[in-house]
């Protein structure tokens, strides 16, 4: 084999000394100046002291662009590519790329772009600037920790094209190589639900692609964030795709996809929430809980319901409820924000364990209504009155019980002196008992008293006494006292009967 060696004849080589070099120039070129300088070379240099055990020596290429040529690549005696001025050149060019690039590890401080395709077997990349890429990612696996993006493979097998950007979940894997295959996510369909992320290209049938499972989905189709804002938060929408509007059906479950970056041609969205439904990790709160097909609880646009899934208030619940406290304690509380309310339970009778319903101004054994399991009680503190009233708390209708501290009447009707009257009924006449607030009369089997008592009846006795008991013939049944009673004359009037 013919071959050219080009020897120096030093006896002692040391570190940077040149072994040989082939220049190239063109010395006769006419126009003179940088035409007829040296335009490249190859040199091949020690690393260092040549000994019996070392001769490691690199290739330096200079090429030239104005004036001599200069170094601008080496290749070491470990096979390494060394630039000589550090993010100065480039691997490739805008116009002529690498096809494909083999690496275990890239590492690098500055930006990448790679058109092509990126095998990266199961390996990271690392750096502290950006790699953008434009073809696909070779990798069960993909984590840039560049920008926390996570990316899988996945194969659609729908029978129908699937565009990018859809939210996809996961509805089996590929028998051949185990890649999920994925469908269109629906929040409308339990079944179709969670999705995994975003689909990062247009996926044919029988085709397999890749899914943004997290991190910074770019370079999205005008069609994906068309009607969002930046700073939207995206959902899985009724039927597929995304909506910006949270949904509230009460078949739909709810999936926070991610937050709208950047709008409109080469959109940008943030995947941060694949894999779930509900927003539990998301809000602290769900939309819908049913076990067995029964709506256990629900939240309806700041309503919650209990047995029912459509909520018209606060607090909504379908069905009875209970209330279990310890003896002592109020099973339920209802105040307002001044903290006026009522206390239901066994708060509401101290000392006792008997349920009650008080005032929350009430204290100690005083309450307002109690049952001990027979009796049912209406009270009231000790020294006030329990009082009934008629409709808007009015006082002219009222029948008031007064506490013995107060003395006087135990019941009073009428307290007020309101012109109210009062009518007991009885089986057949309505008018047993009524008194007259405005005559200040009271009638008897008439409405309309005449005087103080008014007696009205067509049976033979209108007014039957019976007295029994009593032994003192001085003393009758009736006593008229400061009138007259069977006769006209004052001076001789019947006194008693």
Do not use: W
């Amino acid at each position: 084999m013919k071959s050219i060696t080009l020897q120096t004849s030093d006896s002692s080589i040391s570190v940077n000394e040149i072994l040989g070099r082939l220049g190239f120039a063109a010395s006769s070129e006419s126009d003179g100046a940088d035409s007829v300088l040296v335009a490249a070379t190859i040199e091949a240099v020690a690393e260092g002291s040549f000994t019996q055990t070392s001769n490691a020596t690199s290739l330096v290429f200079s090429t030239a662009l104005s004036s001599t040529a200069s170094e601008k690549l080496k290749i070491t005696s470990q096979g390494h590519f060394i630039p000589f001025a550090s993010g100065q050149y480039d691997l490739g060019s805008p116009n002529y790329h690498f096809r494909n690039i083999y690496a275990d590890n890239i590492i690098g401080d500055y930006s990448g772009q790679l058109d092509g395709n990126l095998d990266l077997n199961n390996y990271d990349i690392v750096g502290t600037g950006n790699i953008t890429i434009d073809g696909n990612v070779t990798a069960e696996y993909f984590y840039g920790d560049l920008d926390g993006v996570v990316i899988t493979e996945c194969r659609n097998d729908t029978g129908s094209t699937i565009a990018e950007g859809t939210p996809v979940y996961v509805s089996g894997y590929y028998s051949s190589n185990g890649k999920p295959l994925v469908a269109p996510a629906d929040c409308a369909n339990a079944a179709k639900m969670p999705a995994i992320g975003l689909l990062a290209s247009e996926l044919t049938t029988g085709s397999e692609g890749h899914v943004h499972v997290f991190g910074l989905a770019q370079n999205l189709p005008s069609a994906v964030t068309n009607g969002f804002s930046v700073g939207n938060t995206v959902y899985v929408d009724n039927g597929g795709g995304l909506t910006n509007v949270r949904p509230t059906g009460v078949s739909e479950l709810v999936q926070n996809i991610g937050r709208v970056l950047k709008t409109g041609t080469n959109g940008r969205i943030l995947v941060l929430g694949p894999g779930r439904s509900n927003d539990v990790p998301n809000s602290g709160h769900f939309e819908q809980l049913t076990v067995d097909g029964y709506t256990a609880l629900a939240l309806d646009t700041g309503n919650v319901g209990i047995g029912t899934a459509s909520p018209s208030h606060k607090l909504d619940v379908s069905g009875m409820g209970r209330f279990v406290h310890a003896d002592g304690d109020c099973g339920l509380i209802v105040e307002d924000t001044g903290g006026s309310g009522i206390h239901i339970g066994d708060c509401a009778f101290y000392g006792d364990t008997y349920a009650g319903i008080k005032h929350s101004s009430h204290t100690g054994s005083e309450y307002m209504l109690i049952s001990r399991g027979d009796h049912t009680f209406i009270s009231a503190a000790s020294g006030f009155a329990s009082i009934i009233r008629g409709g808007l708390n009015s006082t002219s209708s009222e029948i008031r019980v007064n506490d013995t501290v107060d003395g006087g009447a135990g019941v009073v009707i009428n307290n007020q002196y309101a012109d109210r009257d009062v009518r007991i009924h009885g089986t057949g006449d309505p008018y047993v008992f009524y008194v007259d607030a405005s005559a200040d009369s009271v009638g008897i089997g008439t409405p309309s008293p005449s005087s103080k008592l008014h007696v009205s009846t067509n049976t033979k006795y209108g007014l039957n006494v019976v007295q029994s008991g009593v032994t003192n013939s001085n003393v009758g049944l009736f006593q008229f006292t400061g009138g007259n009673v069977g006769s006209t004359s004052a001076s001789s009037p019947i006194k008693s009967i």
